[in-house]
C-alpha cells in the first residue's frame, strides 16, 4: 500500500512510519457523598496527532517530490510560518492500493501545536522533525441587534417589474488524473479536501464507489 501524506498544502517526500492519531476522552470521575464513586460523561476531546517526519537532502528513488516544497529548508520555513500564524490547516493521508478496495482517506483541519527539529545520526544527512498536530473546530458567536420601529403606513404595493431569467453558468469539469482520489480533487479544485462528497453527489451516474475513480473520467465539479 503507498501513502501520501500532506502538511497544508506540502506533499512529504516521505511518508512517515507511523501515523497514530488519538482521540482522547474527557470523562471524569468524581464521588459522592455516600463514597460511591461515578464517571461524568463529556464530549470526546480533540484529536491529536503526533508523527516524526524525514525530509531527505540526498536523492532517494523512493522519494516524491511535487514542487510544493524544493527542500529541507523550504519544508523549515513553511512549518514556521504555520506557528507563527496559528491557522489551521488540513492534514491529509491518501491510502492507495490495487484498486483501492476498502481503503479510506484522513483528512482533518488541525493546527500546529509544536514541532521539533533534530539531527539524527541514524538518518545521516537528512533532516528529521517531529510533528505535533490537534484537530480543529471552528467555532464563533452571533450578535443579533434589534430596533423598536413605530407602526408605520402600510404603502400600497407596486406593480413588480419582469424579471429577466438568470443566466445559468456552464457547468465546470475535471478530467481524473494518474494518482487522483475525490479528497484530492476536492482539495486543489475546490479548496476543501471535506467537499469531496459534493462531487461523488454530482456524478454518481458514472461513480458506483466513491473510492474507485478511473483516469480519464470527466467529473462535474460543484459551484
Known amino acids: 500500500m503507498a501513502y501520501e501524506v500532506y502538511i497544508d498544502d506540502m506533499l512529504l517526500p ?7 492519531i488519538k482521540y ?46 524544493n527542500d529541507a529548508g ?10 507563527e ?4 490547516f488540513e492534514f491529509i493521508v491518501i491510502r492507495d492500493g490495487p484498486g483501492r478496495n ?5 483528512n482533518i483541519d488541525v493546527t500546529l501545536e509544536d514541532y521539533k527539529v533534530s539531527d539524527d545520526v541514524k538518518e545521516g544527512f537528512d533532516l528529521v522533525v517531529s510533528l505535533t498536530m490537534k484537530e480543529y473546530k471552528s467555532y464563533g458567536t452571533k450578535i443579533m441587534n434589534f430596533v423598536i420601529v ?4 402600510v404603502p400600497e404595493a407596486e ?14 469539469t475535471y478530467t481524473v488524473q494518474k494518482g487522483d482520489c475525490l479528497t484530492l480533487i ?38
Open 186 to 223: 476536492a482539495k486543489r479544485q475546490l479548496g476543501n479536501g471535506t467537499r469531496w462528497r459534493e462531487i461523488y453527489d454530482l456524478n454518481r451516474d458514472k461513480i458506483s464507489n466513491p473510492n474507485m475513480i478511473q483516469i480519464g473520467w470527466v467529473l462535474t465539479l460543484p459551484a
Open 159 to 172: 406593480e413588480p417589474e419582469p424579471q429577466r431569467p438568470a443566466e445559468v453558468p456552464a457547468a465546470k
Open 102 to 106: 476498502d481503503f479510506f482517506d484522513t
Open 24 to 69: 482522547p476522552g474527557q470523562n471524569k470521575s468524581t464521588t459522592l457523598i455516600n463514597g460511591e464513586e461515578i464517571n461524568l460523561i463529556r464530549p470526546p476531546g480533540l484529536a491529536e496527532i503526533t508523527i516524526d517526519v524525514v525530509i531527505p537532502q540526498m536523492n532517494y528513488p523512493s522519494a516524491v517530490w511535487d514542487g510544493s516544497i
Open 14 to 20: 516521505l511518508p512517515p512510519q507511523k501515523i497514530p
Open 150 to 153: 413605530e407602526d408605520q403606513p
Open 85 to 88: 500564524s496559528g491557522a489551521p
Open 74 to 83: 523550504d519544508f523549515l520555513d513553511h512549518l514556521h510560518d504555520l506557528k
